[in-house]
């Protein structure tokens, strides 16, 4: 398995400006992904960030709107900009170990209220 | 594309009853399927998983079977607690890229 911290835990913020969140793993993991889940909804998949390449994004989310750092094999981090109240949600993490068989681990997650 | 179909909630339930939850999918290959559970505030957590067919995955209680026949992986529990009460995803994973893929949720309150 592996132990993932985000932050923060939960934000408020004005529509117009930015939020970084950062993942943190306990151990070296290639694949990392960030999800976004709506209020009352399922997860729905932003992107894939896996360290040594360019995030991989799903249809429907930019670059430009959620640009994605990874550093190296236990960090990364996804920014939120130009938020607007519909970019409220919470926003997860997680990470699949290559021994897993499929399986993703995922942070407590980051709860954002755009106002 | 690859998908899940999960029961529709919420699902209210008292102490000690007996739980199912019917989750089928569409996959393209063999995909291995899981259950993740989240409680109220809080992230996802993994609750059981199973990676070929006739497997049974097994957690606290809570048992689903991979049934490659039917396309299904329903989650039982033979009595259902108070802390029992979050919302349970299924999902698959069988895709490139080790995408998962997830259910609309389901969640389950249980009474006193």
């Known amino acids: 398995s592996a132990v993932i911290s985000q932050k923060p835990s939960r934000d408020i913020c004005q529509r117009g400006t930015s939020l970084t969140i950062q993942c943190q793993v306990d151990?070296?993991?290639?694949?990392m992904f960030w999800y976004r889940q709506q209020p009352g909804q399922s997860l729905t998949l932003i992107a894939t960030?896996?360290?040594?390449?360019?995030?991989?994004?799903e249809s429907g989310f930019v670059i430009d709107k959620f640009p994605i750092s990874r550093p190296n094999l236990t960090f990364s981090t996804l920014t939120v900009s130009n938020m607007s109240p519909e970019d409220s949600s919470i926003y997860l993490c997680?990470?699949?170990?290559?021994?897993?068989?499929?399986?993703?681990?995922f942070g407590p997650g980051t709860r954002l209220l755009v106002l | 594309g690859d998908s899940v179909t999960q029961m529709e909630g919420p699902v209210t339930l008292s102490e000690e009853a007996f739980l199912t939850i019917n989750c089928t999918y569409t996959?393209?290959?063999?995909?291995?399927l899981f259950w993740y559970v989240q409680y109220p505030g809080e992230g996802l957590q993994l609750l059981l998983k199973?990676?070929?067919?006739?497997d049974k995955g097994s957690n606290k209680g809570f048992e689903a079977t991979y049934r490659k026949e039917t396309t299904s992986f329903h989650l039982e529990k033979g009595s259902v607690q108070v802390s029992d009460s979050a919302v349970y995803f299924c999902?698959?994973?069988?895709?490139?890229?080790?995408?998962?893929?997830f259910g609309q949720g389901t969640e389950l309150s249980v009474k006193p």
């Open positions: 199973a990676t070929k067919a006739d």
């Open positions: 960030a896996n360290q040594g390449s360019e995030a991989t994004y």
């Open positions: 996959a393209t290959g063999y995909p291995s």
């Open positions: 997680s990470v699949r170990p290559g021994t897993s068989e499929g399986t993703q681990y």
């Open positions: 151990s070296q993991v290639t694949m």
């Open positions: 999902a698959l994973s069988g895709g490139q890229g080790g995408k998962l893929i």
